[in-house]
C-alpha cells in the first residue's frame, strides 16, 4: 500500500541559496522538506519530514564532486543503511533525459525517461525571445516517467509520473502513481530518485 495520498506537489523555494522542495500530499499536508546542503564538493541532500528540520529521514549524496556520471545513494537517516540509487545515463541523456534507479543490493531495477524532449528544445529557444521567453515557463513544461525494468524502450510498466506545472513566479511539479500495487519499498526509492532528478534536469536548464 502507497504511503502517500497522491498526487502529491512539489514546490521550490526559488529565492534560497541551495535548493529547497517542499512536499504535500493530496491534502495539502506537508510529508517531507528537502534541502541540499552548501559550499559541499559532493553533492548532499538532506530529507526531512517538515520543514522545521526537526526529523531527518533520508540523506541523498553524490559519489563524487559534481560530475555528469555520478551516482546518489540514498540512505536512511535513522540506520544508515542503503536504500539505493539513481545516476544519470551519459550520453543517452543528452537528447532524452534518461535515469537509471537501482535497489539497495546496486541492482538496476528502473529507469526513469522525459517523456517529450522537444519541450526542452522549445523551452531553450523561445528563452532567447524578449518578452516571450517570460512565458515559457508556464506553458512548455517537461515531463518525466518512471518504468520498472532498466530498458529504456521498455514503456509497459511505468510507477510513477513526475509533471512540472504551469507557473511564473515559484517552480512546480506534481508527481502522479501510475501503479496503486507498488510496495512502500520501491515507492520511496522511486520517489527519491525523482526528487533528484528534477535536481538536476532543472541545473540543466
Do not use: C
Amino acid at each position: 500500500m502507497p504511503a502517500f495520498q497522491y498526487p502529491l506537489e512539489l514546490r521550490f523555494k526559488l529565492i534560497a541559496l541551495a535548493p529547497r522542495i517542499s512536499v504535500t500530499d493530496a491534502t495539502g499536508q506537508e510529508q517531507l522538506f528537502v534541502n541540499q546542503k552548501i559550499l559541499n564538493l559532493k553533492e548532499d541532500v538532506r530529507i526531512y519530514r517538515t520543514s522545521q528540520k526537526q526529523h531527518e529521514v533520508f540523506r541523498m549524496k553524490a559519489d563524487r564532486i559534481i560530475d555528469f556520471s555520478a551516482t546518489y545513494r540514498f540512505t536512511n537517516s535513522a540506520t544508515e543503511s542503503p536504500l539505493g540509487a539513481v545516476k544519470r545515463k551519459g550520453m543517452r541523456s543528452l537528447w532524452r533525459a534518461t535515469y537509471f534507479s537501482d535497489d539497495a543490493g546496486g541492482a538496476s531495477t528502473h529507469h526513469i525517461k522525459e517523456d517529450n524532449p522537444w519541450v526542452k528544445v522549445g523551452d531553450a529557444l523561445l528563452s532567447e525571445v524578449p518578452f516571450l521567453g517570460f512565458f515559457t515557463g508556464y506553458f512548455l513544461n517537461p515531463s518525466y516517467t518512471a518504468y520498472r525494468g532498466q530498458d529504456r524502450e521498455d514503456e509497459s510498466q511505468p510507477v510513477m509520473h513526475l509533471t512540472k506545472q504551469p507557473a511564473f513566479w515559484e517552480s512546480k511539479y506534481s508527481v502522479e502513481l501510475a501503479d496503486p500495487s507498488v510496495s512502500e519499498d520501491e515507492e520511496m526509492r522511486i520517489l527519491l530518485s525523482l526528487l533528484m532528478t528534477v535536481q538536476l534536469e532543472r541545473r540543466r536548464g
